[in-house]
């Protein structure tokens, strides 16, 4: 089969597309032949070197991918071969067939396009996850979301505003992508590049401070996300893309009853994210197949120009989700 | 009414008995006629000068009452005067009478003694709260306990191996307190002055690290509290006697989806006491009730005595709680 590879770790020049053995499903997996996946951070990351895939797993990229079960691996039920489907995958969804758990499949709905569906399950359901069923976000409460235009961002904007519509949120964007982010639904977007994100937050709060924060920068905001925090308020850190170590206040901390809750979706068990995927079907697939929630796309590239894609991510200009096309027969 | 009185801030000089007017319970409290009360950490902080009481409350040092109902104010119900009571009240324990919210009350069980109840409230209430309420300790977990005989620490050793029989708890400790700590029912006792602690835990736990930690030592322990605990692990920060400022790894706390929470008792709102009580009164109480868990007293002094019973809990020497009797008669 068709699938991306990598000539070592590095840059954009490392990707090639080669060909590879065709995966078989294991026990509770099925195998997916693959429509369409799409780009995430964890995928730069990888291709960088900074992420190796635990034992067993696909060591190609592509972490979500749409399309339709292709085979059935052994005490799989509840799905066919030919079903419509996304879901998340340890690795492997660069390739024209992929490896997935059975309690991962998320139907995709009639109303949704495979390329919508290959923006779905990395972003909404890490916003998902970390919002509301680890940081119990609560309607009326307020959040600070940072990442203007990108995939979890613009996913926990619609999912704050459509699951939790009295909710207050905050989100900080580059001047380019403000107008944009507002559009989305977004109550405040503070421009970063030019604003004091803590003091803003705590202008618009009468000095309360934020519920919850969404956070993927780590120890480069640490200190203002502190400050930004309402008592009792949760930050959920994500990604720690501004650097990993830093000072933390914590008799503050400890005064105001505030918590630092470290995250992350791709090392989580099998089990685990089978609850969790459960979870999302229950309470968010339904508004996305009724179109309350639309996922953003920003550009559809074909998988042989999956270079320019990462470039694009890379470059931050992107607002919404890039997806790559993989093939076009069903 | 006689009250233990503060000559400015600082050491143990600064305490003396003097007379004070007598309270007058607004609506929805009660005024305890104070039997006991005891020494907490608070108290010598407060003593020092850094802890302002909120406005309104009471300046008196002593956040732990036992005694009997002196007066009702408007609108309490559910209790009568004569009752014998304990509680947790804002300020205001170390004298003849205080104020306390009718809905922080609990009853004294029969089986205990008033030199006991003195030292329920604080302790108990705080180990209750954090290891249960917030850390959701579950039955087979481990835990890390730090402050040998501190009255929060022996309290939290009972809990657990009371309330979660099957969980594993570590517990440090200098090496004149080890024996005792672990005739409390700790399964581990690690001397602090001789061995490393994270290194002791990961040993013991195949290097998988423990569930909780409950820790009042602050930025002195971060580093191997983070260390010592487990992927999903919960570090909550009870106090900050070893400092409060200290670098976190942020990367590692993610990857290890590891949460630090930051809790304190003494601030939280009226409402929320009450329903932290109600929780206590369902679940511990019948334990203190029936002896399964017995408070630990290392001295009882009279109130006069208030600088010694100072001087013996800065000391770090004592054994569990230090009890100040208040008055005799009933």
Partial sequence: MKAVLLDGFGGTGVLRI????????????????????????????????????????????????????????????????????????????????????????????????????????????????????????????????????GGVNTAAVQLCKTLTPASQVFVTASPGKVERVKQLGADFVIDYTSQDFAQEVKRFTDGKGVDLILDHLGAKYLASNMAALAVEGRLLLIGVMGGSKAELNLALMMVKRQRIIGSVLRSRSVEQKGQITAAFIKTVLPKLADRTIVPLIHAVLPLEQVAQAHAMMESSKHFGKIVLRVSTSK
């Fill in 18 to 149: 080669g060909e590879v053995e065709r995966p078989s499903p294991a026990q509770g997996q099925v195998r997916i032949k693959v429509m369409t996946t799409s780009v995430n951070r964890p995928d730069i990351v990888q291709r960088q070197g900074n992420y190796r895939q635990p034992p067993g797993e696909s060591e190609i990229l592509g972490v979500e991918v749409a399309g339709t079960i292709d085979a059935l691996g052994s005490g799989v039920s509840g799905c066919k071969v030919g079903d419509r489907v996304m879901c998340l995958v340890a690795g492997g969804g660069y390739a024209e067939y992929v490896l997935a758990y059975a309690n991962h499949l998320i139907p995709i709905p009639q109303s949704m396009s495979l390329e919508e569906a290959a923006c779905v399950c990395e972003t909404y359901i890490t916003a998902f996850l970390n919002i509301f069923l680890i940081g119990n976000f609560a309607n009326g409460e307020s959040a600070l979301l940072h990442g203007g235009g």
